[in-house]
């Protein structure tokens, strides 16, 4: 990292859009202070940070806010393009394409992944489940041929689809829910395999077991404010 560069990312380490933020400094190899939000209890800092939507993550880098985490990760490749491997695409097409491919991740996978667990009926989980399965074909069709969303090697897309791979995990022990399963999408399935056992992706994502405990605590608190919401 350039001399003079500070980073700090406020965050909170169960957050997939965070998550994908570390991922990018870990593969850059960019040292930054990690400032843990309570959600509940927001900073003075991130209020300031990020005044539209007091949100994480948000990049602060030597002191200027960097907000919402396709920007921030497209943000550290630019502005660290010397250091480490690049992410997005050095071709014009092909760095869209790759931010076709994110923007159909948060508009319809995890649109259809949110309905499928949090559904408000039994009807409506299904539906989600079922558009669930056709993103998760459709994305399968944009890995065909390489390893990695980026080709050889880790891109933006890696790092954005990357960052769900935590909750993708517990999902399987929360739900029994399989988003990557090898019988039907065995590309992704090796994909995740794969990704997951690099060291930067290692140094960084959450431990399974945790998230699962957190998940099934979220769960009984969404379960009580229902019982308690009344008619």
Known sequence: MAGGDD?????????PYVLRVQLALSLKGLTYECVEEDLKNK???????????KKVPVLLHNGRPVCESSVI???I????AATGPSLLPADPYERAVARF??????????AAWTKASMGKTEEEMAEGKKLSDVAVETLE??????????????GYLD?????????VRAAEELQGIKHFDPAKTPLLAAWAERFGALD??????????????FGKVMKARLAAAAAGAGN
């Not at 003075?44 to 005044?51: A, G, I, T």
């Not at 490749?77 to 660290?80: K, P, Q």
């Not at 790092?159 to 909750?167: D, E, K, P, S, Y």
């Not at 960084?204 to 405990?213: A, K, Q, S, Y």
């Open 159 to 167: 790092v954005m689809l990357g960052g769900l791979l935590g909750w």
């Open 43 to 53: 900073s003075e800092l991130l209020l300031k940070s990020n005044p539209v939507h």
């Open 141 to 154: 069709g944009a890995l065909k041929g390489k390893p990695f969303f980026g080709g050889d090697s880790v």
């Open 77 to 80: 490749d630019e502005a660290f």
């Open 200 to 213: 930067a992706v290692q140094a960084v994502t959450p431990d399974v077991n945790r998230l699962v405990e």
């Open 73 to 75: 990760v497209q943000y």
């Open 101 to 110: 491919w994110a923007a159909y991740i948060d508009d319809k996978l995890l």
């Open 7 to 15: 980073l700090k990312l406020l965050g909170m380490w169960s957050s």
